[in-house]
């Protein structure tokens, strides 16, 4: 293979992991921003222990993403980072805050004790998602470069666009949140989800459409992959699909509430009805959907307006060794996750643990 191809190999491994990041942790920092909205001690001890076994797990991917920027696009990197440095360190920050009260909350003696946790739990994750959503907006809208380094000043992340991003990325959490808790409790916590998932589900297509109509004009390349022929060809079937996305996850909503009412007994062991996944299911294919019209966007820049994925990338023999260390790494990831999402299925109830 030449450079070329393996820079673009290297690109598609990246943008995956970030993708898996963006859904795994999403879910969890999901709950967090949900927090303030789930009424009930039990309530929110349960959701809390939907995603205890697998919210560590999660955040492989982001170490994934950002090793491997560092990596196999080092230009990227050594670009990105001093024009972000700001939201990024906020971010971990806020995730690291966010896993000591995840872990404290548990340990609370006291009812105060516990208010202060969760607050401090729903902080994190909120403060997490927001500069998640800034970042992703600041990059979007692009880095200035000059001979080959970072030209911008410290606050260049900061503008209407990036702070639209923050918001629009806080209700894609909120939305994955609540359908994952759809998928995996059931009673009233189910309820308050549903009734939450249909908020922020109306809350997310409105930024998808306001963002959507945003970016064709942030840079004409962006444009050109949206408006010209036969680019538009390739792109048209993103909203399209988004649309019938929107549409079936409100009726997958209204379906999961029939068959609460009609279930009579707790879930049995390790199964979940059809009609509780299907809303996380449609909320990921949102996500997805999202991340492929950024992509049509963007390809194949990875620093717009400027760099593209094979002026950053490193050199064909750099590229090719850590190819071979990802060959093995990543299948091994997906085992140990699947494995772990696969042992911890089924509902959980108020005080019982998994089934």
């Known amino acids: 293979m030449d450079a070329e191809t393996v ?8 943008a995956a992991a970030v993708f898996l990041y ?3 942790d999403g879910f969890d920092l999901g709950l967090g921003v949900l927090f ?22 999660n955040e492989t991917w982001l170490v994934l993403g950002g090793a491997g920027l560092y990596g196999v696009f080092p230009l990227a990197y050594a670009t990105i980072l001093p024009a972000l440095y700001m939201p990024l360190i906020l971010m971990l920050l806020a995730l690291i805050f966010r896993g000591v009260s995840f872990e404290m909350r548990f340990r609370s003696e006291t009812p105060g004790q516990l208010l202060w946790w969760d607050r401090a739990f729903s902080l994190g994750s909120i403060v997490a998602a927001f500069f998640q959503g800034i970042a992703l907006g600041a990059l979007v809208q692009g880095i200035r470069v000059e ?6 000043g410290w606050w260049d992340w900061l503008s209407p666009f990036s702070l639209l991003t923050g918001v629009a990325l806080l209700a894609g959490y909120g939305l994955l949140g609540a359908c994952w808790l759809v998928w995996k409790t059931e009673g009233g916590l189910q309820e308050q989800a549903r009734r939450l998932a ?15 109509a945003i970016m064709p004009f942030l840079m004409p390349e962006f444009r ?9 060809l390739a792109a048209l079937p993103v909203p399209v699909l988004v649309v019938f996305l929107a549409w079936r996850l409100f009726r997958a909503l209204d379906e999961s509430g029939r068959v609460a009412l009609a279930r009579t007994e707790p879930t049995p062991v390790g199964q979940t009805a059809w009609a509780d996944k299907l809303p996380f299911a449609c909320a990921l294919g949102l996500f997805f959907l999202s991340y492929t019209g950024l992509g049509i966007s963007m390809w194949p820049l990875i620093v717009p307006p400027e760099i593209t994925i094979w002026d950053a990338a490193a050199p064909r023999s750099s590229q090719m060794f850590v190819l071979v260390g990802a060959a093995v790494l990543i299948p091994t ?3 140990y996750t699947g494995y772990t999402y696969w042992l911890f299925r089924g509902k959980i109830q108020p005080g019982k643990g998994y089934h």
């Open 198 to 212: 249909r908020v922020f589900a109306l809350l997310t297509l409105g930024f998808i459409a306001v963002v959507s």
């Open 224 to 232: 050109a992959r949206w408006f010209d022929f036969p680019a538009i």
């Open 22 to 24: 963006v859904c795994m």
């Open 7 to 14: 820079a673009t190999i290297w690109a598609f491994i990246i």
């Open 147 to 152: 001979d080959r380094a970072y030209a911008g």
């Open 36 to 57: 303030p909205w789930i009424s009930g001690k039990d309530e929110r001890d349960t959701a809390v222990n939907t995603v205890a076994p697998v919210w560590d797990g």
């Open 333 to 335: 990831i997906l085992a």
